[in-house]
């Protein structure tokens, strides 16, 4: 074989080897870890009793905060003007959006179920005629 050759071959299985070597040492299957559901285990009433009391403790907290306002009575503030647009009610659309658009398609009411308006709707039937070649 030529030299080159043989360079080309090694340059190649070394940077394959490489690459598999990264693979397996870093995004390789991890044994220890299940792909399956989990279960977690409940917290004890003892850590359910502490972290309510945290929450109450920090719920307690809110209620001495003292807010100002004053920024409400600012001259500025009451001069501010209200640039929003009221929102108009649209159509809401189709009853059922997947129900195929054409003439024979018959809504399906609130009183009726559905396997009643499948019975009683329209149905066309198209039979292709037959071509006897001899």
Avoid: C, H, W
Wanted: hydrophobic share 40%.
């Amino acid at each position: 074989m030529d030299s080159k050759k043989i360079i080309t071959i090694l340059i190649i299985v070394a940077g394959a080897s490489l690459v598999v070597g990264l693979f397996i040492y870093y995004g390789g299957s991890r044994s220890g870890v299940s792909g399956g559901l989990q279960t977690v285990a409940p917290l004890s009433t003892a850590d359910s009793n502490a972290l309510s009391q945290d929450f109450l403790v920090a719920l307690s907290s809110l209620n001495s905060l003292e807010l100002n306002s004053a920024f409400f009575d600012d001259k500025i503030f009451r001069n501010l003007v209200d640039y929003s647009k009221d929102i108009k009610d649209e159509d809401l659309g189709r009853e059922n959006p997947f129900l195929p658009v054409g003439d024979n398609v018959t809504p399906v009411s609130q009183t009726t179920s559905a396997a009643q308006s499948v019975i009683s709707s329209p149905k066309t039937v198209v039979i292709p005629p037959v071509v006897n070649k001899k």
